[in-house]
């Protein structure tokens, strides 16, 4: 595997320095704060958005199926050729569990969990606890917002409840795809003001393990800087400033942003577009910055493309006082959620080394801090959590057309990745003996 090297490359970095701002740093302790900053932290994103036909949520198997037709345009029920994930999840360990109508290669019943249940909210925050994982951010979306979802609600309160009877750090993550207007503005900034208040949010007493970063608790919008998405990066410093001015709380914020935000093209605005300048401009308006790593990179193309890459953007947010935290993950699959004509494990997870390679590159960068997609992404394949192994999983074929589930590469165990980004926490906090390679597990 490559050695990452930090790229001196003064000339071409300044190019992209910006003026630096004032500093946002804060040097206020706050009382009774178990992570008063995102720096040393390893953290992933967190979906709980699975559901079963006979959990109680009325919402059938959301997010494990979504609709597929037959080759006549009759809509296939939930089962084998009809499924949106391409991971199956080891259910061993859950307290409740629900039968599904996939079966195994032996004619043995398959079976999946609900995010709906407490008792699954709390066993993932335990093995984030196991594992050294320092915490996570819960995934809301815009349309749960915009036409409220007590579910979604809900599950905010039960990650609440387990982060802290873990100790785990945790902040709220709007996915802001799909934000173009005020009334999207208004309804986010209503939301986050009604959670503050129904959770007590900045009472460090009751949330101890919230995250904050500059003496201020963090909230993270997702979505800005990419050019195929209908918001502008003006309208995310309007929600920014909204939200302070709803709950009369000063906030700190995480920016998911487009991976090419600082220079330009990729899946950004053009280089030296107005709508760049204006990134710019709400990117200094943060905390801490988060570009999108999913699906813009194999392993072949990290190595090409990361060290430059990466130590530029380390670079312009130092300058900038700003927290850079890059976005890293195991593999990537859109066969069974998406039909397309791409193939399985689209986007190989080689063993677990394109995920370590990602881990080497941010160290080399001088990163301080990572975020992993994701922990419990089954759609997409990008879950760490404890997983089926290639022979273990359960049939997905539909007449004949080759359908599957991709599991985790049969040599290694169910919780390799869990293990993996445990051992990620522990490099990014200074540990020892690490290196490009891969760590071996004993």
């Known amino acids: 595997m490559k050695i990452y090297r930090r790229l001196v490359c003064a000339g071409l970095i300044s190019l992209f320095l910006l003026p630096g701002v004032s500093a946002k740093s804060s040097t206020k302790k706050i009382k009774g704060v178990q992570y008063p900053t995102y720096k040393g932290l390893v953290m992933v994103g967190y979906q709980a958005w699975f559901t079963t036909d006979k959990d109680g949520s009325k919402r059938s198997w959301t997010h494990y199926y979504t609709g597929r037709k037959d080759e006549n345009g009759k809509r296939l029920p939930f089962g084998a050729g009809a499924a949106n994930i391409e991971l199956w999840p080891d259910v061993s360990e859950y307290k409740k569990v629900y039968e599904t109508p ?28 196991d594992y050294g994982i320092d915490g996570c951010y819960l995934q809301l979306f815009l349309s749960s917002v915009v036409k409220p979802n007590p579910q979604r609600d809900e599950i905010f309160g039960l990650c609440l409840k387990a982060a ?24 986010v900034a209503s939301d986050w003001k009604a959670k503050v208040e129904k959770y007590n949010i900045t009472d460090t007493k009751k949330n101890p393990s919230y995250l904050y970063e500059n003496g201020r608790p ?12 209908k918001s502008t990066p003006g309208q995310f410093v309007t929600l920014m400033d909204r939200i302070d001015e709803f709950t009369g709380h ?52 990290y190595e090409k493309r990361s060290g430059e890459t990466l130590v530029g953007d380390v670079e312009w947010c130092e300058k900038n006082n700003i927290l850079y935290v890059p976005c890293v993950f195991p ?31 941010a160290q080399a960068a001088g990163a301080k801090a990572l975020y992993v997609a994701m922990f419990d992404e089954l759609d997409e394949a990008t879950a760490i959590f404890k997983c089926l192994r290639r022979n273990d999983v359960p049939l997905n074929d539909y007449k004949g057309n080759g359908g599957m589930f991709i599991g985790i590469d049969d040599e290694l165990q169910p919780d390799h990745y869990l293990w993996l980004t445990g051992e990620a926490g522990k490099w990014i906090r200074g540990g020892n003996g690490y290196s490009a390679e891969q760590p071996v597990r004993k």
Request: with cysteine; proline share 3%.
């Open 102 to 129: 996939f079966i195994f290669k032996d004619g043995k019943p398959a079976f999946l969990f609900s995010s709906a249940d407490e008792s699954t909210i709390d066993l993932h925050f335990k093995w984030m606890k």
């Open 164 to 187: 802290k009877k873990y100790g785990r750090a945790f902040a709220l993550m709007y996915d802001l795809s799909g934000l173009s207007n005020d009334d999207h503005i208004k309804a």
């Open 218 to 229: 963090v909230v993270a919008l997702w979505g800005v800087g990419f050019k195929a998405k």
């Open 250 to 301: 000063e906030f700190s914020y995480l920016l998911g942003v487009s991976y090419d935000w600082r220079k330009g093209g990729g899946d950004c605005y053009d280089a030296g577009s107005p709508e760049l300048q204006e990134l710019y401009d709400c990117i200094r308006r943060a905390d801490i910055i988060m570009p999108w790593a999913v699906g813009r990179n194999n392993q072949e193309l």
């Open 331 to 361: 593999g990537f699959s859109w066969k069974n959620m998406k039909q397309w004509n791409r193939p399985y494990d689209f986007i190989s997870r080689n063993h677990g080394d394109f995920f370590w390679s990602q881990v080497a590159g």
